[in-house]
């Protein structure tokens, strides 16, 4: 008896032919959500803590916050896949995504994106998180980063037939034997527990960013543009500036379930920072 019972399709266009041997079967375990988060009390809280903090607060500032501690309420969801089991971290660490613009008389193709770890996020207050970050971005786009610089400079020496292998072999390495290559100029834990990017500043509303795999980072969180939308509140309609939100999930650890539990203790963070963050 056939394992599946059923006769192969015939007549079939000439797109769906050429799908038939363009993939390999789905074998990624992702999981999306999106979320669309009412700012207009979060705003105003960006901006009374600009004020006193120096620094110049944004939303993504203000999600890196939320999400850290939106892990920390749910440590669940704070870990990733190691040798077919659950391993859940103890800290909270954060990577946050970096532009690194041209250098003058390069062109736009020569635009790199980066970035950097928030440490011990879900205790760093939102002026704290900008200003590491601040100071973070700097040293990336000027290249001061020594670190960062260092592991860069070591790939960049090796053909791209050769790289996929090593990323991989580095990524098993740190993650399977759980061995810290920091003395040989790979970061402990590189990309932390979870990836935090935002397209806003391109005019991006909405998109769905991949989990790079060798990174083992279980959520990644991309932020879209602000847009004033209707919303209905208390049965009448008012205008309220809309973030949209979007996740991306390791489905081997969180499911719906949790995804779910993560979703909303973040929103209502980024919803009412100054009584969620006190």
């Not at 769906?16 to 390999?24: E, G, L, V, Y």
């Not at 040798?83 to 954060?94: A, E, K, S």
């Amino acid at each position: 008896m056939p394992n599946v019972r059923g006769k192969f399709a015939t007549k079939l266009p000439s797109w769906r032919k050429i799908a038939a041997i363009a993939w390999k079967p789905p074998d990624d375990a992702t999981i999306y959500g999106s979320l669309d988060i009412d700012v207009s009390k979060a705003l105003p809280y960006l901006e009374e803590v600009s004020k006193k903090s120096g620094q110049k607060l944004t939303v993504t500032h203000l999600a890196v916050a939320a999400a850290a501690r939106a892990l920390r309420k749910h440590p669940e969801c704070n870990g990733y896949i190691r040798g077919g089991r659950v391993f859940l971290r103890d800290d909270v660490d954060i990577f946050v995504h970096v532009a690194v613009p041209p250098k003058d008389g390069e062109g736009a193709g020569k635009a790199d994106l980066t970035g950097l770890k928030i440490q011990g996020a879900d205790h760093k207050g939102v002026g704290e998180i900008a200003a590491e970050i601040g100071k973070g971005a700097g040293k990336v786009r000027k290249g001061n980063d020594k670190q960062l610089k260092g592991a860069k400079d070591f790939f960049d020496n090796f053909p791209p037939r050769l790289l996929g292998a090593i990323l991989r072999g580095v990524s098993h390495v740190q993650y399977e034997w759980n061995v810290d290559l920091s003395r040989l100029g790979f970061p402990r834990d590189p990309f932390g527990s979870a990836m935090v990017t935002s397209v806003g500043m391109f005019g991006i509303t909405e998109g769905f960013a991949p989990i790079t795999p060798f990174t083992r980072t279980t959520v990644l969180l991309l932020l879209g543009a602000l847009q004033d939308k209707p919303v209905v509140i208390d049965g009448q309609v008012a205008v309220r500036p809309i973030l949209r939100v979007t996740g991306t999930f390791d489905h081997r650890l969180i499911d719906g379930f949790q995804a779910g539990k993560f979703g909303t203790t973040f929103k209502e963070i980024m919803e009412d920072p100054a009584a969620k963050l006190a």
